[in-house]
């Protein structure tokens, strides 16, 4: 860290999180793309806090699973979960030997920012420097004045302003139920000061367990100062406990998204209406109108157009694209690629540079060469579609023989009526043609034009004298 203290995160994530109402524990519901978890962690190694100690208890398998690979990451497991200060007991053994503080969050507040994590840091590192002897500094926790501090452990401090003790909500006497003053539960502690205090925690309160929280009362009786850091925007310190909570709180994210990516030179004309996730990229320049949402790893370049009510998950496209009303879910778009209105492009799809994907075009598991277009009404699944191809209006590949999946492979340059039906496994090379209406089952050679349909015939008069109509006219 940047103050040479050598720190060690704690984030708590065994609570079950029983007002979620959820068989997901709490800590792996998602804000804005991002579990809450990952959001605390990932705002902790911003703040340049590399190594972490999660405790996991409730659902404690898949937990871990959702950190899978990450580095810096060690787990402590509590089980049963007897309350905070009990839980942070847990991850003792796990902290490294050399650690001098350890910064404890909540797994719940996905809306600290690493520059708040950052500030409380450098402050806890001005504490230490200027201690007095009498009071040394054993730790800091960040707070915040809230209107309504209802649910929250309040601050209680003695006449001169210094912290005494927390009070837990359901601990509270009136007079300080009043106290606005809330704990955001995040907290930098001296780590030996930290071990004393754990060990000395009891479970004598209202919910009978045993309290974090307890440990800021233990310290000041000992004599030592406890500093504080103030949260300027109330927001940041929100605790989700249920859903109501968990939707303000990926609201807020989403705005942050937005906000940062208006600062780096994207245009969102309506943010409020758009949903894009914390980890997509966007390219300067580019336009998004709105009702967009953009999900998961998306990476859209710079220049593009993103017209009303796309929904694009895991995909990449490139500059200067254009996509109207369309689905595009774990596909790749070269640029200027021409997407939509009404397109659906499926996992798998590859579209090189200056492919046009018009309306009702669903693409799968396919690759689209340069300048190859699909303008209408059309399934390509399972192939691969050479350059300057155009893809004739009501066109499929029937690609599935209801036991496996075919490959269609279409050369350069080739042109596909209208209404054809692609046969697969089938071939069409070079330079070919298809007449409108075929249904194609072999290898269409190059250069050639295949034509697959019985010969127009007609039966003179038919209308006029053999048709219904016709007869009933007669009768
Ligand atoms: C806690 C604080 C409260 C503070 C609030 C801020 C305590 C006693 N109270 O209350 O002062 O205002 O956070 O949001 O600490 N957890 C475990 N093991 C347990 C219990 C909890 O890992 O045995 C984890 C939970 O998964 C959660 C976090 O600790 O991520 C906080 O627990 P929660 O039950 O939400 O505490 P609050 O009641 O919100
Ligand atoms: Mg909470």
């Not at 806090?49 to 404690?60: S, T």
């Not at 989403?254 to 409020?272: C, D, F, Q, W």
């Not at 009702?360 to 399972?382: M, Q, T, W």
Request: charged share 20%.
């Amino acid at each position: 860290m940047s103050n040479n203290i050598k720190t060690t995160a704690v984030i708590m994530a065994a609570g079950k999180g029983t007002r979620m109402k959820s068989a997901l524990p709490k800590v792996l519901h998602k804000a804005a793309g991002r579990t809450m978890l990952q959001q605390v962690l990932h705002q902790v190694r911003a703040a340049g806090v590399d190594e972490q100690v999660i405790v996991v208890g409730h659902g404690a398998d898949e937990v871990r699973a959702s950190l899978q690979g990450q580095p810096g990451c060690h787990f402590a497991l509590q089980m049963p979960q007897l309350g905070t200060g009990h839980c942070v007991q847990q991850a003792l053994p796990k902290i490294p030997a050399d650690t001098q503080a350890v910064l404890i969050l909540c797994g719940d507040t996905p809306l600290l920012r690493a520059e708040t994590l950052r500030q409380m840091q450098e402050q806890f590192a001005v504490g230490l420097a200027n201690q007095a002897a009498d009071k040394p500094l054993a730790g800091l926790l960040l707070t915040c004045l809230l209107d309504n501090p209802t649910g929250y452990g309040r601050i209680v401090r003695d006449k001169s302003g210094s912290v005494q003790a927390i009070v837990e909500e359901k601990d509270a006497t009136a007079e300080q139920k009043q106290i606005r003053e809330i704990n955001a539960g995040a907290y930098i502690f001296d780590y030996p000061a930290l071990q004393k205090a754990l060990a000395q925690l009891d479970n004598n309160n209202a919910q009978g367990e045993y309290y974090l929280t307890d440990v800021i009362s233990l310290l000041a009786q000992a004599g030592l100062r406890l500093d504080t850091v103030q949260a300027a925007d109330p927001l940041e310190t929100t605790g989700v406990n249920d859903r109501v909570q968990l939707a303000a709180a990926a609201s807020e994210l989403y705005h942050r998204k937005a906000e940062e990516l208006m600062l780096s030179g994207v245009t969102i004309i309506n943010p409020a209406s758009c949903c894009i996730e914390l980890d997509v990229e966007v390219g300067a320049d580019t336009v998004i109108y709105p009702n967009c949402q953009l999900r998961g790893c998306t990476k859209i370049g710079p220049g593009c157009v993103l017209d009303s009510d796309c929904l694009i998950t895991d995909s990449e496209v490139g500059a200067g694209s254009h996509i109207t009303k369309s689905v595009l879910n774990q596909a790749t778009a070269g640029q200027k690629a021409e997407i939509g209105p009404f397109a659906y492009l499926r996992p798998g799809a590859r579209l090189a540079d200056n492919v046009k994907i018009g309306d009702f075009a669903e693409i799968k598991n396919a690759k689209i060469g340069n300048g190859s277009k699909v303008p209408h009404l059309s399934y390509i699944g399972d192939a691969e579609v050479g350059e300057n191809v155009n893809i004739g209006c009501g066109t499929i590949t029937c690609n599935y023989d209801g036991l496996n999946k075919h490959l269609t492979k279409i050369g350069n340059n080739v042109f596909v009526g209208s209404n054809t039906n692609l046969v697969a496994p089938v071939s069409v090379e070079d330079d070919a043609f298809i007449a409108a209406g075929s249904t194609i089952t072999k290898t269409v050679n190059a250069g050639a034009l295949a034509v697959e349909r019985s010969p127009q015939r007609e039966i003179a008069n038919w209308g006029r004298e053999k048709s219904p109509r016709a007869l009933n006219n007669k009768a």
